[in-house]
């Protein structure tokens, strides 16, 4: 099982809607990644954080420690922003604290 | 930039045949991994290695084999080749442990 959950699976939004996909883990954990990956099939780095939010471009990254709840935002979606979005966790005792453990991602498609 | 090269691309192999996948990056990362991602499932560690000599199982090691004799080359071996064994390969390095990866664009493997 595993211990990254996130939700929705899947996500179509109309452009310009503000998009949230929820990530949660199951122990604590020393830092969340972000990550993106292109239709391509071509994976880059988005956000690690450990505490509160942070913010590029349109996107913006929170994290719950208490929770154990990650949440991405996408603020004025545009087609473009179609892609998976991956969450993962690092550290903690199932973790490790050089490795990822990584969600099955939520894949977005934004329709103009 | 060159980042994380990945070769070959795509390549189909048969059963019980052997193949080496080629990874290398030029940032002077000192920890490199090698992931398989199979439809609708997380990314899963095969491999990594935190400096040239060094290298360790991850989640799902079996039938696959690594080395790392330079900083900049981590290649991954399959010996024989299984249908299992059909995936998306991606390459990753990271300056240190836990930071955000940089990853190659991957290897879409079919074993027939």
């Known amino acids: 099982k595993n211990e990254v959950e996130q939700s929705p699976q899947n996500l179509t939004a109309q452009e310009g809607e503000f998009i949230t996909i929820n990530c949660s883990y199951s122990?604590?954990?020393?830092?969340l990644h972000w990550l993106q990956q292109h239709p391509g099939g071509g994976i880059v780095s988005l956000f690690m954080?450990?505490?509160g939010k942070k913010k590029h471009g349109r996107l913006i990254a929170t994290i719950n420690i208490q929770e154990k709840h990650s949440s991405l935002h996408i603020t004025a979606s545009h087609p473009r922003d179609s892609a998976v979005y991956i969450c993962?966790?690092?550290?903690?005792?199932?973790?490790?604290?050089?490795?990822?453990?990584f969600g099955t991602g939520t894949r977005l498609t934004i329709i103009p | 930039n060159a980042g994380v090269t990945q070769t070959p691309k795509f390549r189909i192999l048969k059963i019980g045949q052997s193949m080496t996948l080629q990874c290398t990056q030029d940032?002077?990362?000192?920890?490199m991994y090698w992931y398989r991602q199979d439809p609708g499932m997380g990314l899963k560690l095969i491999y990594y290695?935190?400096?040239?000599?060094?290298?360790d199982k991850g989640e799902v090691p079996n039938g696959y084999n690594v080395s790392r004799s330079t900083t900049e080359d981590f290649p991954l071996r399959l010996e024989l080749a299984a249908p299992s064994q059909t995936s998306v390969y991606f390459c990753?390095?990271?300056?240190?442990?836990?930071?955000?990866?940089?990853f190659g664009d991957g290897t879409r493997l079919s074993i027939l």
């Open positions: 990753a390095s990271s300056y240190l442990g836990g930071q955000p990866q940089h």
């Open positions: 122990v604590g954990i020393s830092a």
């Open positions: 954080l450990s505490s």
């Open positions: 993962a966790a690092l550290g903690g005792p199932n973790f490790g604290n050089e490795k990822l453990t």
């Open positions: 940032m002077n990362h000192n920890y």
């Open positions: 290695s935190v400096g040239a000599g060094i290298t």
